[in-house]
């Protein structure tokens, strides 16, 4: 089989970009496609040397550092993409990847991160971040995106099978494409962290600071606990709000090292976290370390974390609202009921997510699947 993998953009070295690397571990012949390709000669690796198929975007100004400018005319450029020397094509999409065209006698299976976020349910979050709501551009806005959901809808004809990165993506995909999907969990390395079984007497969260990811939720729920610690890792434009809101029991490192947020994930007695992810990585990188979750009790987190209200080898806690009460009512809990929560139970949950478990499943799936696409083709030219 010829293959071809597309890829949305690439312009980074982050999860969908782990997902892409670990598909050309599976099909090393593989031809990739993208609508732009700006990565750093640091961050290529994973490509193995490939030559990056782009569209006429890669050339325009300021693509570099705004492309995302251009998504109005991405779906038209992602059409332009000649395909159609290919048997098998693998499209890794969060926004436009999808939609690339092909036909009756081409196989395509679609890994859908989550349906274009900011076009679907989160359109309204989106235009009020972006000061959008109202006057003459956020008419247009609102109409670009009207278009783009139109295209969309209309290109998951295209796909003949869906894959999700949990089963929260597979109820978004049957929300608004009513098509089915298949949950194959996206790839953690998990093997970069250790577990540590002692733990010292702080708490740890780790993100980017931005709105959706709530650390200043966090923070002030912590700075009312004055006899709790927390330790925050991560750098972003929120970070000055959320100094400020620190108190004397919670410490900001800012942006720290790769080694620096190990260490702290591996000594903390619990990992908070009260984003709501489609997936989350950050819970499971801390499970890895042995270390329990207090985390939002929706989106992947429910996949991620495993309750101490419901299983047997407990991984965490929940709290159910994205609010201040809810956060210290789970440390509470999790200071009463932590005892049962093993940091092996944590280890052994997280190898759920390797690398390894991402390629046999989809792997599988891709070889199930085109048996079964290449049986029917067989019937249809027997029976002419």
Known sequence: MKVAIIHDWLTTYAGAEKVLEEILKIYPEADVFSTVDHLEDKDRAFLQNKKVNTTFIQNLPFSKKKYRNYLPLMPFAIEQFDLSQYDLILSSSYAVAKGVITGPDQLHISYVHSPIRYAWDLQAQY???SNLTKGPKSLLARYLLFNIRNWDYRTANGVNHFLSNSDFIGKRIEKVYRRQSTTIYPPVDVHRFQMKKEKDDFYVTASRMVPYKKIDLIVSAFS??????????????DFKKIHAKAGDNVQLL???????LVDHMQRAK?????????????????????TPVIAFGKGGSLETVKSIDTSTKPTGVFFERQDEESIIAAVKRFEEHGHLINPVFCREHAMRFSPETFRNELKSFVTEKTNEFYQTQNKIRNAN
């Open 254 to 260: 800012g942006y720290q090292p790769y080694e620096v």
């Open 270 to 290: 619990g990992f908070v976290f009260a984003a709501e992810e489609d997936f989350g990585i950050t819970p499971v990188e801390a499970q890895a370390c042995g």
């Open 127 to 129: 235009l009020k971040e």
């Open 224 to 237: 009312k606990m004055k006899d709790k610690k927390l330790i925050v890792i991560g750098d972003g434009p």
